[in-house]
């Protein structure tokens, strides 16, 4: 069937749909091409998952507005539908690849998830089949790897027995759905006409910018725009160093700053986690490996994000040597433990940095978490004992703690702000020591 017949079939909805991969990039686009009519088969590896979806049942964790609605009325109308058998793929005229693309303790991509499933579905992928990665990779994965290993492991050829495109997502959990629908996408095509093939596919359920593009553009506009907020974040972070040293306050120099035209200083804070900022510098930078292209800004960008929880027992064993104390045989309170405020995601947690640093300095280590089942304790218990409270995370529950009780069950008065939702002089009138990230210690 050549690319004409397809989209003649993606016109009338008739084309069938696979995503391999159903975690929180792959079940929401399911859902949304089984709610925009098409028939949608979800391939995922955990059975224990497609067990549940085929239940109805939305997996995914934290507040998904719409997703658990819509997956279990596209499974009650029979649109949409799981399975881990590759062979139920045979039928299907697109596929969507949505699998995971960590990087190793090296930053280096391993794509395990990528290349098993990219080995899986080629000995049963149909001819002139679409198909498309959405994952994040790193620039030049589509050319020099993806191709090559789909057709060896299919024996067809690109572009002449089926078709490849790449077209990475702009999910952020807690707006997957709203995401999906309103955000703008590069829409990589292995051809021109390809990229035009998926533009019609994705119009059914994208109303911003659908971009035509080529594989390289797509895989650098992905890695780029996540490197640039790394930077973004590190310079904010490196003018909170700057701001501690000299006596000034880095959320005021910013808020001054951000009135100039044309600035938008980000938040310094106490690290920077997740699932796609950590990551996608070291996918852009590997993307280059080899090319002789000499990296500075993102590889330090990293380093100064990375250093922040790190940060945070600097200004620690600052507050306790004014009391003559030492994190050696203390106990600490870290309150957070995602990655983001309001959050239940804790991918490349800054705090599990904090944690593991404390501990090599001989600290015992009491965290809590009002959205992390195994960290949601009572505060005031936790508190008790503990030399100090470090804040790693801008829970929308911290900013009522009342702190006078806090500051009785702490054996020291001692609060390390990492995310700024303290007002120091306030606290230091009520006999706090307080340090804080970017805020210079004031001089009583
Ligand atoms: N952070 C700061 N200072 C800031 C902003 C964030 O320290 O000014 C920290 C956060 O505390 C967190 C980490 O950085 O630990 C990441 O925060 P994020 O707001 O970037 O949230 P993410 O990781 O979910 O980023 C996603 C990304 N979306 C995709 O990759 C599709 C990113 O490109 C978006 O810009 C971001 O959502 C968003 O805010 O939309």
């Known amino acids: 069937m050549i690319l004409a017949e397809l989209n003649q079939k993606v016109q009338n909805k008739s084309a069938k749909i696979a995503v391999i991969g159903l975690g929180y990039v792959g079940l929401p686009v399911a859902a949304a091409f089984a709610e925009a009519g098409f028939n949608v088969l979800g391939i995922e590896q955990r059975e224990e998952r497609v067990n549940k979806i085929n239940a109805g049942q939305n997996p995914i964790e934290g507040e998904e507005p719409g997703l658990a609605e819509l997956i279990l009325a596209t499974i009650k109308s ?40 990219l080995h899986s579905l080629g000995p049963v992928m149909k001819s002139d089949a679409l198909v498309i990665v959405e994952s994040t990779i790193a620039p030049g994965t589509m050319k020099k790897l993806v191709q ?22 702009r999910v952020m959990p807690g707006k997957l759905l709203a995401n999906l629908h309103k955000l703008s996408r590069v829409v990589g095509g292995g051809t021109p ?35 640039y907020r ?7 972070n490196e003018v909170a160093l700057i701001c501690e040293a000299t ?32 990551k996608d510098p070291w996918l852009l930078a590997h993307g280059v490996s080899g090319l002789n292209v000499p990296l500075q800004m993102i590889p330090s960008a990293r380093a100064v994000n990375d250093f922040m929880p790190l940060h945070m027992i600097n200004l620690l064993e600052n ?12 106990r600490v309170l870290v309150l957070g433990y995602a990655y983001l405020e309001n959050s239940d995601d804790s991918r490349n947690s800054p705090t599990q940095v904090l944690i593991e640093g404390l501990k090599r300095k001989g600290a015992e280590v009491a965290v809590h978490d009002p959205f992390i089942p195994e960290y949601q304790g009572d505060v005031l218990a936790l508190a008790e004992r503990c030399a100090a409270v470090l804040v790693m995370v801008a829970h929308r529950s911290y900013s009522y703690i009342d702190l006078e009780v806090l500051k009785n069950h702490l054996h020291y008065p001692i609060i390390v702000d990492g995310r700024n939702i303290f007002d120091a002089r306030v606290l230091q009138a009520k006999g706090w020591i307080y340090r804080g990230i970017g805020k210079s210690v004031i001089k009583k």
Not at 197 to 213: E, F
Request: a negative charge.
């Open 78 to 117: 029979n649109q949409l539908k799981a399975s881990w058998q590759y062979q139920d793929l045979a039928d299907r005229d697109i596929i969507l690849i949505d699998v995971e693309t960590p990087i190793n303790d090296r930053h280096i991509p391993e794509y395990d998830a990528l290349r098993n499933v």
């Open 148 to 169: 090559p290993l789909l057709e060896e492991s299919s024996g067809k050829k690109v572009d002449v027995d089926f078709h490849l495109g790449y077209c990475p997502e």
């Open 193 to 227: 006409e390809t990229a035009q093939t998926m533009i019609q596919l994705y119009r059914n359920i994208v109303q911003a910018d659908l971009d035509p593009s080529d594989w390289i553009t797509a895989e650098l506009v992905k890695t780029v725009e996540n490197a």
């Open 230 to 236: 790394d930077i973004q974040i590190a310079f904010a």
């Open 247 to 278: 006596a000034g306050d880095v959320w005021k120099v910013r808020e001054l700053v951000n009135k100039s035209p044309n600035r938008q200083m980000h938040l310094p804070g106490a690290g920077v986690g997740g699932h796609c900022i950590p």
């Open 319 to 330: 507050a306790l040597s004014t009391i003559k104390g030492a994190i050696k045989g203390s």
